[in-house]
């Protein structure tokens, strides 16, 4: 989950077609549970400058859809792209999840308005003038205590104009709500140690939050179990002491770490990889 | 810790009493006892010498619906029985939560999707559910014949709830069963679990 800094991208230009879509709604007189559309930061593309994407996601009330780990159930929201040659939509960056409790299981996602940012690289060859026809093919789970798939063909046609390209008003709002929902880079180092059924990650370095309400969260399944972690701070390192997962089988390489807190404006985060490496290495006495 | 997991031998439960209460591959599979959709009580260890298969079900979930849909459930069920494995599919949904059958409706269920389970059982109050810290409709879980669990997880090796994907998943329940026919160790003996969320009671 490194935190692409998108949002220090050069300034590209922007029009936009919103496909709205609620497939699977599940009865024509209940409110749809989840809208999605496809938005552009910029009103058009600029040959060689990377662009702006994002799907929005508006849940209705109760309803919500998964961050990339969803949880002990539900899927994550994906997105199959079809692009002219040239062309490369990156990764979600996924926003920072928010944690949901259904009946003593944890699920890991989105409530209310997301958006599901998405860089979109554009080649130095395309020619000003033209029109770019953007296609992805989302698929998500949307769930309240009920779950209902939902799929839908996007299409999106942006103009390649010359530099400088300009903001869509109409998506402003939307992308700098998406800024502040990304974690946060941070010069944090950390640590895993397996500890029996207990898997702790021991972070330090500049700015560690610190206080009630913080929460943690790992990109990768299959490694923590989904109940909430204890967070404690010891002396300058920030502990986070987890439960492995009963579906545990290899470890990763590295745990893409989240750590949220909660802020005036929803949840603040920041995000770290972690080598996995000496894991099974003993942990020193927990303090507090 | 919650008293079923005592009902096996002390090794067991020292061993339940260690972890959470999910249970253990290689440990004994914690015994229930439940009431079947035909009113007759079904009780894991009397199907000692058996292979049993548990499948967590809710009707009304998609990834449910996907599995049932295609036949792929179905037809797992009738190979199982004709090996002479035992195939119960349990519902864990509360009363007045999404998939919560009484028996009677239970009964038109698997009659309507063409179910050959050898029982479908009744865990309104998700006793056992709980036991076996089923997660997701569905999860499925593969006990030999000495009682020992050899497999729990997922369905099958591809996270959706799209048909179209059963033609390249792998199904890890007749695979868990054609390997310990064969004698041999359970190659996936657990994997991650994916679907709806079990509708318990809170």
């Keep these: ?288 | 810790m919650k008293p079923f997991a005592f009902v096996f031998a002390a090794a067991c439960a020292v061993a339940a009493a260690l972890s959470s209460a999910a249970p253990v591959i290689g440990q004994p599979a914690p015994d229930f006892t439940l009431t079947d959709s035909t009113g007759t009580p079904q009780t894991l260890s009397a199907y000692k010498g058996r292979v049993v298969v548990l499948e967590w079900t809710n009707p009304e979930c998609p990834f449910v619906r996907k599995h049932y849909g295609a036949g792929n459930l179905q037809k797992q069920q009738a190979d199982a029985a004709a090996a002479g494995v035992v195939w119960l599919t349990v519902n864990s949904s509360a009363p007045g939560k999404q998939g919560h059958l009484d028996a009677d409706a239970a009964n038109a269920w698997v009659s309507a999707a063409g179910g050959h389970a050898q029982a479908y059982l009744l865990d309104a109050d998700g006793t056992v559910g709980h036991a076996y810290d089923a997660k997701t409709t569905p999860d499925m879980y593969v006990v030999d014949a000495q009682g020992v669990l050899r497999y729990m997880g997922g369905i099958d090796s591809i996270a959706s709830a799209d048909k179209d994907d059963l033609a390249h998943a792998t199904q890890y329940v007749p695979q868990a069963l054609a390997e310990i026919a064969a004698g041999k160790p359970v190659s996936v003996p657990v994997s991650e679990p994916y679907g709806c969320s079990v509708k318990y009671a809170r």
Excluded at chain 1, 233 to 248: C, H, N, P, T, W
Aim: glycine share 10%.
């Design chain 1, 1 to 288: 989950m490194e935190p692409r800094r998108y949002d220090h991208r050069p300034r590209v230009l922007g029009l936009l077609l919103a496909g709205l879509a609620c497939a699977g709604c599940a009865a024509a007189d209940e409110p749809a549970p989840v809208a999605v559309e496809l938005i552009s930061e910029y009103a058009g593309v600029v040959p060689g400058q990377p662009s702006q994407l994002g799907l929005r996601l508006r849940h209705g009330a109760r309803w919500h859809t998964y961050w990339i780990n969803p949880g002990d159930s539900g899927l994550p929201t994906t997105l199959k792209w079809t692009l002219p040659v040239g062309f490369k939509a990156e990764d979600v960056d996924w926003p920072l999840p928010q944690r949901f409790e259904v009946g003593g299981l944890y699920n890991f996602g989105y409530d209310g308005e997301i958006v599901l940012p998405v860089a979109l690289d554009v080649p130095a060859d395309a020619k000003p003038g033209s029109t770019v026809p953007i296609r992805a093919e989302a698929k998500w789970l949307v769930c309240r205590e009920e779950c209902i798939p939902g799929t839908a063909a996007l299409a999106l046609d942006l103009p390649v104009v010359e530099a400088p390209a300009h903001a869509d008003p109409r998506w402003t709002a939307q992308f700098a709500a998406a800024r502040l929902r990304q974690p946060q880079a941070n010069a944090w180092k950390g640590e895993v140690h397996e500890d029996g059924p207990r898997i702790r990650v021991t972070l330090r370095g500049p700015g560690l939050p610190d206080g009630d309400g913080l929460d943690a969260f790992v990109a990768e399944r299959k490694v923590l179990d989904n109940k909430p972690p204890a967070l404690h701070r010891d002396g300058d390192a920030l502990v986070i002491d987890a439960g492995k997962s009963e579906y545990f089988t290899t470890a990763p390489a590295t745990l893409d770490v989240v750590v949220t807190a909660p802020a005036a404006t929803g949840a603040r985060g920041w995000s770290v990889k972690v080598p996995y490496g000496a894991a099974s290495a003993p942990p020193p006495a927990p303090t507090r």
